[in-house]
């Protein structure tokens, strides 16, 4: 890629100061909005390769803000910066359509890491197909709709990646560090369950209506989405 365009959505002046700094220092170009409202403006009005946002801003909450940015590009990597570590504040922002979220204080050298992550994943894939099948469930890649027997399932953004990732690594168990890595370009961490709730938020859409279940549990090894029980 060509210069990376980076916009910094945070109102704690030292931190995005610093955090400016230190991303100009690795060659990106960074532009920095102090509320959500300014931040929104800057979206409409600019092209970014990537966002990074706290959640309490002044104008409009980074929840919100997030939302706006994915109404306008799905495929942009937005990753969230904020104090708040609680999982219900995790799942809040996954589901506004963030790829990644970050728990302050951090490391930066970690931040820097996620961001490399994310711009390879969004920006250097190679098209692997735009349909996805497995059993009686089908997946548009394209259109990001979700069909089982022929009913409309309807997915979040990180429930879509979730299964994406199961269904492309069908019939083989999948770590929570594995589905960690792939799905949340983060390191596992013991201490949050946020892998397990997005499991079974899929598990009521996909297989609750249904007698033949795709996903299971492998007890102590982690989940596998089977096309043949």
């Known amino acids: 890629m060509e210069e990376v365009k980076i ?20 060659q990106y170009h960074v532009e920095v909005a102090y509320d959500g409202l300014i931040g929104k403006k800057m ?29 306008r590009d799905e495929r942009i990597p937005v990753v969230m910066l904020t104090a708040l570590s609680a999982t219900e504040d995790k799942i809040e922002g996954f589901d506004a359509g963030a790829d990644d979220y970050i728990v302050k204080p ?10 490399r992550a994310l711009l390879k994943r969004i920006y250097q894939n190679v098209p692997t197909g735009n349909m996805l099948k497995v059993a009686d469930l089908v997946m548009n890649l394209d259109s990001k709709e979700v069909t089982r027997a022929e009913k409309p399932i309807s ?23 594995d ?15 946020v892998i397990d709730v997005y499991v079974n938020f899929l598990r009521k859409k996909l297989d609750k209506d249904f007698d033949t279940k795709l996903i299971h549990t492998q007890v102590g090894m982690g989940y596998i989405l089977k096309e043949h029980v």
């Open 43 to 71: 979206v409409e009005t600019y092209s970014f390769d990537l966002v990074i946002l706290d959640i309490n801003l002044p104008g409009m909450n980074g929840y919100e803000l997030c939302k706006e940015i994915r109404k």
């Open 7 to 26: 916009l910094l959505v945070e109102d704690e002046k030292k931190i995005a100061e610093a955090l400016k700094k230190g991303l100009m220092e690795q």
């Open 106 to 115: 951090f490391d930066f050298k970690e931040l820097l890491v996620r961001i």
């Open 179 to 193: 589905i960690a890595l792939n799905v949340w370009d983060i390191d596992f961490d013991t201490k949050t369950n």
């Open 155 to 177: 997915l979040t953004a990180k429930e879509f990646q979730l299964l994406e990732f199961l269904v492309r690594n069908k019939n083989r168990v999948v770590s929570r560090a």
